[in-house]
């Protein structure tokens, strides 16, 4: 691996080196991380990174085209396949490019989004004041009813709805456990005349191994996402808008012509299109049956970590978990800060991160919580039985974070662990 680098540049061989020892000898409990397969590392390494192809498939500035319209035709059949949606525009580069081309293709400056309320779980592109995107849009915010039940106050939403008239009702989040009630989003939508948005970047591999539900299945018009999460695909984004009509909105033509003059011109230059057959690629494994086990074993695993935290009286936020992650409230339960808690676990070798929990009596640099999720140790191959002990050493390292012994027992262990369970190159 890595021989013309290693012949050629011997500081940056050293940086895919080191990275290569973490991925391989530490627990990688990061929700939004997974590992991908050769093939799709192969793709992204491919000599498509050469070929400017600015346009769409059919419609590019540049000429040879043939081969990389041929990729991205291919992304964006299978995107529509995987999530039963009309069109597909896979050129944004990042999860958040796909979010902001989306307001663009949506919105008119001044118009108001009203999104999950960020610390009770939505993400940075929703409108958190340190991102340009609020100078242009008004951001306005639902929140959950009960942090202990996790369920969305729909009420509160509406009320919210009728007062400040959004023009999207968004819904997703980045550190949220809970299933959303779709068809109340797309109500709520409907009566204020808002156009029903979904950012799944987080459960876009839930939803497409028909483990989630999927936000099509309730009239909502459009569904951004990340490629890299639970999707397990390249890093980059998407943007899938709806197949059927729905009365009173613009036709799903319209609004993905729309979506795509926002993502280029309007906001892009030149595709990934390296990443664009990586897309394809990975899409492709998610088609596989073997990605509905993959999908169905990511939560299963989560529910055998939330069962040994709920054990020992852990508190998560939401009660527990119906997804791939959970947030756990450390400070409240076990005395530890979250930044502790991540750089005790960190010397264990188990990667994850603080997290503000809802409603954090802490600032944002030291918060309560951890958030943490399986699908990349799922990727990995750890089944029900030995997430459970994970959860068992990552409570037992919290306990006995001041016994160095300890620690370094539960770190052979962990290692012991990842080398019976080392990353797959191929996905069965
Ligand atoms: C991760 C995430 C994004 C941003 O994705 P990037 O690829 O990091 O830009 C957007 N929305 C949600 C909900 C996310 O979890």
């Known amino acids: 691996m890595y021989d013309f680098i290693k012949q050629q540049d011997a500081e940056v061989f050293a940086a895919l080196e080191g990275e290569e020892t973490r991925e391989r000898e530490g627990l990688e409990l990061i929700p939004s991380e997974n590992y991908v397969s050769q093939a799709v590392r192969e793709a992204q390494g491919s000599i498509l990174t050469n070929k400017y192809a600015e346009g769409y498939p059919g419609k590019r500035y540049y000429g040879g085209q043939e081969f990389t319209d041929q990729a991205e035709v291919l992304a964006i059949e299978r995107a529509k396949k995987l999530f039963g949606a009309g069109f597909a525009n896979v050129q944004p580069h990042s999860g958040a490019n796909a979010n902001i081309a989306m307001y663009m293709a949506l919105l008119q400056p001044g118009d108001t989004v009203l999104g999950m309320d960020l610390g009770h779980g939505g993400h940075l592109t929703h409108g958190h004041p340190v991102t340009y995107i609020t100078k242009f849009f008004n951001f306005v915010r639902y929140k959950m009813k009960d942090v202990e039940t996790g369920e969305i106050d729909y009420d509160d939403m509406l009320r919210v709805a009728k007062e400040t008239r959004p023009k999207i009702v968004l819904a997703g989040f980045s550190a949220y456990s809970r299933e959303l009630d779709y068809a109340k989003f797309a109500a709520i939508a409907r009566e204020v005349g808002a156009y029903a948005v979904m950012d799944a970047a987080h459960i876009a591999g839930l939803i497409a191994g028909g483990v989630a539900k999927n936000p099509f299945d309730f009239e909502f018009d459009i569904v951004t996402t990340t490629t890299h999460k639970t999707l397990r695909g390249p890093r980059g984004g998407m943007i899938l808008t709806r197949a059927g009509e729905i009365g009173g909105m613009p036709t799903g033509e319209e609004i993905a012509k729309k979506v795509d003059k926002a ?122 039985v030995e997430s459970a002990r994970v959860a068992e050493l990552m409570l037992a390292a919290l306990r006995d974070h001041a016994d160095q012994a300890k620690l370094d027992a539960i770190h052979q262990e962990i290692k012991t662990l990842c080398a019976t369970f080392p990353i797959p190159e191929v996905f069965a």
């Open 263 to 384: 993502v280029f011109p309007g906001l892009q230059g030149g595709p990934l299109m390296h990443v664009i057959a990586a897309k394809a690629v990975a899409f492709g494994e998610a088609l596989q049956p073997s990605f509905k086990t993959y999908a169905a074993q990511i939560l299963k695993n989560a529910k055998a970590m939330e069962a040994v935290f709920k054990k020992n009286n852990v508190r998560m936020l939401g009660g527990g978990t119906s997804n791939h992650l959970i947030l756990a409230d450390v400070f409240g339960s076990l005395g530890i800060p979250g930044k502790e808690a991540e750089k005790v676990l960190d010397t264990v070798g188990i990667t994850l991160n603080k997290n503000m929990i809802a409603d954090d009596p802490r600032g944002p640099m030291d918060p309560s919580g951890i958030r943490f999720g399986t699908p990349a140790i799922t990727t990995r191959g750890l089944g029900e």
